[in-house]
């Protein structure tokens, strides 16, 4: 039973924890630290204790009842060609008790040990979770700054192919982009590393991260490609082997016998139709006749003596398939169903994170080190590089957003998420009864079936604010139109000024609105 709850959980994920920026408190300049690991196993701790004991408890109730009517008769007679070997045994020992083992003391002591031994299973997962998800400094600092080459290092984790490395490394790098303002001077002042400064790889590391999303998106948003018919095979040509037989009878096999002559001809043509004449194939025989035509006869000859004709009608093809497809619904909607369901939630978090893994983590730690980066530039960046990326980050952060919402409202529904519309329809009560939330503390709705996309529309609109709001007074000079400019502060929902509305061309329809097509920046 732990096995199974083991993997049912799956106790061996590293579930590596949101920053405050995730949940869309750092465009307010809130930071919250994780808690100590001790106070998060002091927090799960009761929980798994109390788990443990409900399982000890409910084997050893099970357990012996298992043991006495499926296993003890195998168990007991191995048992026995071993023990007959060294002892010399009677024989009405060669039968087990077909009472259960029930006594209070074995089963005081099944408890006990099982009680131990699945809280030690339960502690050991905790602590791994809880020590490995730790954020990845070292006496306050980040762990690549004992490296001889911190930001070479840090780049190279950027394009591990390992998941858990990769996760760290752009974890790290928002800690840096957050927290440690003399490591963040770096990234802008090393302009002559191989393979390109260091701003310009770490920006190419994040904007591959995002770009990766939006082409997910496309993907999932194309309708699919009619299939090509191919051309048939060129058959080439066969060269015979010699002939070792005479040929084969070319005579029609199946027609009928030369009339009859003489008189003995007669009497076996007569007999012979008498005994066919009953059950015979009503086919005449001008028309010939074949065996596939006999067996097809025969089969509804067999239809209409077993099946009324109202049973015929219900067994029709239409008919038989709403069946099929009410039975599959029905057991679509049972609690057996519910693993092959293929739910809007999980469809979208396959498109949005990739697949057959992905890190909600990744994305949301490149989109923040990136705006984080681009604002604290202003400050810290000696040479000017970043101010020409300034205009492609805000057009790609624009059209994320673009893309994420038009994804969210067009993405259909499979047809085995049966309970769709009932999750819509809370959705709309609970809308109505809440109609203004509050923007800086968003609620997650436990009914959302894009739980992972407004996660990130919060963080990629957090970010957008934050560069329009440092940048939006040099837009002209940084290469962005008003029309550009208008739409980004309209994804962001930041408020449109008279002078990022004056432009003209740009993306989107009239006005700067989305036209409700993904695309790629």
Not at 46 to 73: D, E
Not at 173 to 200: V, Y
Not at 315 to 335: I, M
Not at 491 to 516: C, N, Q, S
Request: aromatic share 8%.
């Amino acid at each position: 039973m732990q096995a199974c709850i083991h993997l049912f959980y799956d106790y061996d994920r590293v579930s590596l924890p949101a920053t405050a920026t995730h949940a869309g408190l750092l465009a307010k300049g809130a930071s919250i630290a994780p808690p100590a690991p001790h106070e998060q196993l002091m927090t799960e701790l009761p929980s798994r204790v109390q788990a443990a004991f409900f399982r000890s408890l409910s084997m050893a109730v099970v357990g012996p009842l298992v043991y006495s009517f499926f296993l003890r008769r195998i168990t007991w007679r191995w048992t026995m060609v071993f023990a007959e070997r060294v002892w010399t045994l009677p024989r009405a020992s060669s039968v087990p008790p077909s009472t259960p083992p029930y006594q209070f003391s074995l089963l005081a002591r099944s408890v006990l040990a099982g009680f131990l031994l699945v809280l030690l299973w339960e502690i050991s997962a905790i602590s791994l979770g809880v020590y490995v998800a730790q954020e990845p400094l070292k006496r306050g600092r980040p762990l690549t700054d004992y490296s001889k080459d911190p930001n070479g290092t840090l780049i190279t984790g950027l394009r591990s192919k390992r998941e858990i490395p990769r996760s760290f490394a752009y974890w790290e790098l928002f800690l840096i982009a957050e927290r440690f303002p003399a490591r963040r001077k770096t990234f802008f002042e090393e302009i002559d590393r191989r393979g390109g400064a260091t701003w310009s790889q770490l920006m190419n590391a994040c904007s591959g991260v995002i770009q990766s999303l939006n082409s997910r998106m496309v993907e999932a948003m194309m309708p699919p490609a009619p299939s090509a018919q191919q051309p048939p095979p060129q058959q080439g040509i066969v060269q015979a082997l010699p002939r070792i037989s005479p040929p084969l009878n070319e005579d029609p096999i199946f027609q009928g016998p030369p009339p009859p002559v003489t008189r003995r001809d007669h009497v076996q043509s007569r007999m012979g139709a008498f005994a066919r004449s009953h059950g015979q194939y009503p086919i005449t025989a001008q028309q010939g006749w074949t065996p596939i035509d006999l067996l097809q006869w025969l089969f509804h000859q067999a239809v209409d003596r077993l099946i009324t004709p109202e049973q015929k009608q219900a067994l029709s093809q239409s008919q038989l398939s709403a069946r099929v497809n009410e039975y599959a619904l029905a057991f679509l909607r049972s609690p057996l169903g519910a693993p092959f369901q293929q739910t809007l939630s999980r469809r979208s978090a396959a498109v949005v994170l990739g697949s057959p893994r992905g890190d909600l983590g990744v994305l949301l730690d490149a989109i923040d080190a990136l705006s984080l980066l681009a604002t604290d530039s202003m400050a810290e960046d000696p040479y000017g590089k970043v101010q020409a990326d300034i205009a492609a980050l805000v057009n790609m952060y624009t059209v994320t957003i673009q893309n994420l919402t038009v994804f969210q409202t067009q993405f259909p529904p499979h047809w085995t998420d049966v309970e769709a519309d009932q999750r819509r329809q809370r959705r709309e009560r609970r809308r109505l009864r809440q109609p203004l939330p509050l923007p800086h503390a968003p609620v997650p709705d436990p009914d959302s079936d894009f739980a992972e996309v407004d996660v990130l529309l919060r963080a990629l609109k957090g970010g957008l604010a934050r560069m329009l709001d440092a940048f939006g007074a040099y837009a002209g000079s940084l290469g962005l139109s008003g029309n550009e400019m208008r739409l980004a502060r309209e994804m962001a929902g930041v408020a449109i000024t008279g002078k990022d509305g004056d432009g003209k061309g740009g993306e989107g329809g009239p006005g700067g609105r989305p036209t409700g097509r993904i695309g790629l920046t």
